[in-house]
């Protein structure tokens, strides 16, 4: 299996633009996790989805960032507008199951907003 | 919400000594408990896992115990190597339909030769 694949790996933005960051999860995993990993704040749960759909979004900073899961193998996170504090490494999981399954982290998107 | 304190920060062991990173965790709820290691410029891996009804775990050279009286709990890395060099995450589920992982803030484990 090719893991958790994250796209870009690196993406420096201008503050003000639109930021896109993508993730297609392990095939048959139900669970799909966005974290975000400042020195800190540390690892961060922004929003998590089981079988497409957003069960805790409770971790989203601010109504700029937005999460979308339009089917079983790629998941979105954008952040509109983008501003210097947004800059951290964005993480995208997986998991077969709930609470108790292990979750396999994608290489991560370092995000530079300038 | 669940809160995780992880201690120390920055751990630094001669290469065949032991290492231990402890956690604490603020909801009485919380039943799972596991360690991610990140290697640089990676993203974090499962190393071990403990749930609630178990006092301790071990796989190796890797071995985690909690106390749930006193909400800590512990890995202990024995005879260590240059490998094991890299950031240790714990972290905390709450279960009850949530989810999601609360992390500690990490500790730099580096193994001196």
Known sequence: DAGVIQSPRHEVTEMGQEVTLRCKPISGHDYLFWYRQTMMRGLELLIYFNNNVPIDDSGM????????MP????STLKIQPSEPRDSAVYFCASSRGGQYYEQYFGPGTRLTVT | GENVEQ???TLSVQEGDSAVIKCTYSDSASNYFPWYKQELGKGPQLIIDIRSNV???KDQRIAVTLNKTAKHFSLHITETQPEDSAVYFCAASTGGGADG???GKGTHLIIQP
Request: aromatic residues 14%; hydrophobic residues 30%; neutral net charge.
């Open chain 1, 61 to 68: 900073p601010e109504d700029r960032f937005s999460a979308k």
């Open chain 1, 71 to 74: 089917n079983a193998s790629f």
């Open chain 2, 7 to 9: 201690h120390p920060s």
């Open chain 2, 55 to 57: 006092g301790e775990k």
């Open chain 2, 101 to 103: 992982l609360t992390f």
